[in-house]
């Protein structure tokens, strides 16, 4: 497992942005696709956005698409989340997560966080109105 260690959480008004970032530990080769997952108390924790080892294959859960974007910078082993247009409903925790390289193409995407095998401690946002 590759230790991820979240920031840039906090407090927003709707309609304001955040950006949050995930630094892995480890040489940059250690890690394949990545993503950012979140929960809301009582709910299942729900995909935000995942990004391919090479960085050029993403997906998004509905209902941030078009709002937020991922991104990620290998020669920093870190990912990024910007998120514009923050909704009360983004209120929950981010988590990141991380799988390891393996033998599938640098353009693997996966969306399901059974195929997670590294998780941050997770960083709170929070939207008011």
């Known amino acids: 497992q590759v230790p991820l260690v979240e920031s840039g959480g906090g407090s927003v008004q709707a309609g304001g942005s955040l950006r949050l970032s995930c630094a892995a530990s480890g040489p940059p080769d250690t890690y394949g696709p990545m993503a950012w997952f979140r929960r809301v108390p009582g709910k299942e924790r729900m995909l935000v956005a995942a990004?391919?080892?090479?960085?050029?294959?993403?997906a998004y859960g509905d209902p941030v698409r078009e709002r937020f974007t991922i991104s990620r910078d290998n020669a920093l082993s870190t990912v990024f989340l910007q998120m514009n247009g923050l909704k009360l409903e983004d209120t929950a925790v981010y988590y990141c997560a991380a799988s390891p390289r393996s033998g599938r193409s640098s353009r693997y995407t996966p969306t399901n966080e059974y195929d997670y095998e590294s998780w941050g401690q997770g960083t709170q946002v929070t939207v008011s109105s």
């Open positions: 990004i391919s080892r090479s960085g050029d294959s993403v």
